[in-house]
């Protein structure tokens, strides 16, 4: 197991440790998740590795898997595990990169934001382009390249 990475000026860091109070939910001994404290919705949480990183590629692998379990577990602690249809509430998981990817904590952290209505949560700008095959199949051409040097 890669040995845990910790930065003694990160506000995420400083929870994990203790050093600062959190409202916390589920530890295991990979991850922590804590409610934030300026929610988009009542009983929005983050998700965090017990590792400093502070984009999604700094993070070892292990400590990656442990995460998506622990936001699995949260949907049911938040009753958001009920709904097995398509309508009606649901949730987003989000996890920002970089100032202009909207990220101001550089400690990676996943959101689990509830959806209950239109005016709470996330809101989504999603500007789609219109289908462009001879483009995409030059692009998958150049990343399949990519692919085989890993
Ligand atoms: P992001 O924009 O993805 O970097 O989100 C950072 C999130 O961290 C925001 O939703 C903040 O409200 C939240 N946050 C910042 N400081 C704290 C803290 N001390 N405890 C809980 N949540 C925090
Ligand atoms: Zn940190």
Redesign the pocket.
């Known amino acids: 197991m890669a040995s845990a990475a910790s930065n003694a000026s990160c506000?995420f860091c400083k929870?994990i440790k203790g050093e600062?109070p959190?409202f916390k939910l589920i530890e295991t001994s990979l991850s922590y998740s804590?409610?934030?404290?300026?929610p988009t919705a009542e009983a929005h949480v983050?998700v965090i590795p017990k590792h400093h990183g502070a984009k999604l590629h700094n993070i070892p692998d292990e400590y990656l898997a442990d995460i998506l379990p622990v936001v699995k577990k949260l949907t049911k602690v938040l009753k958001l595990d009920t709904n097995n249809t398509p309508d009606g509430e649901g949730y987003n998981v989000l996890q920002?990169n970089g100032r202009i990817a909207?990220?101001?904590?550089d400690h990676v952290?996943f959101?689990l934001i509830p959806k209950r209505n239109e005016s709470t949560g996330l809101g989504v700008e999603w500007p789609a382009q219109e289908t462009d095959f001879e483009a995409l199949g030059k692009l998958h051409k150049q990343l399949q390249e990519e692919l085989s040097k890993l």
């Open positions: 506000i929870i600062i959190s804590f409610l934030d404290i300026q983050l920002n909207h990220q101001l904590v952290h959101h």
